[in-house]
């Protein structure tokens, strides 16, 4: 079990940038969990963001933000990150970071954070 506490969030103005952290519980182990970022917005359903593979080899985005948001995962640190760039007022949401177990071999995301509000005025 792993527990996940996101921060960094706030209020930006549009075309600016945030940094997104997720602090994990079981640092010695962090390396074996593949992480990933979803989000929500007021009305809408729970969206995947980006995520990258336990090994950290391979990462993955959402077609809406490619080229702007980069996931990245330190494992010393036991810490994954969201670097937002280039925002605009649609990536107003509450952000969640999301840990897997690989050894479980299911594919899907067992461990959530509470999440951090991202605002982004116009």
């Known amino acids: 079990q792993v527990n996940l506490a996101e921060s960094g969030g706030g209020l930006v103005q549009a075309g600016g940038s945030l940094r997104l952290s997720c602090a994990a519980s079981?640092?010695?182990?962090?390396?074996?969990?593949?992480v990933g970022w979803f989000r929500q917005a007021p009305g809408k359903e729970r969206e995947f963001v980006a995520g990258?593979?336990?090994?950290?080899?391979?990462?993955y985005y959402a077609d809406s933000v490619k080229g702007r948001f980069t996931i990245s995962k330190d494992n010393a640190k036991a810490m994954a990150y969201l670097q937002m760039n280039s925002l605009t007022p649609e990536d107003t949401a509450v952000y969640y970071c999301?840990?897997?177990?690989?050894?479980?071999?299911?594919?899907?995301?067992?461990?959530w954070g509470q999440g951090t509000q991202v605002t982004v005025s116009s």
């Open positions: 079981n640092g010695q182990h962090f390396r074996n969990y593949a």
């Open positions: 999301a840990a897997d177990l690989a050894a479980l071999g299911d594919g899907e995301y067992e461990y």
């Open positions: 990258l593979s336990w090994t950290g080899g391979t990462s």
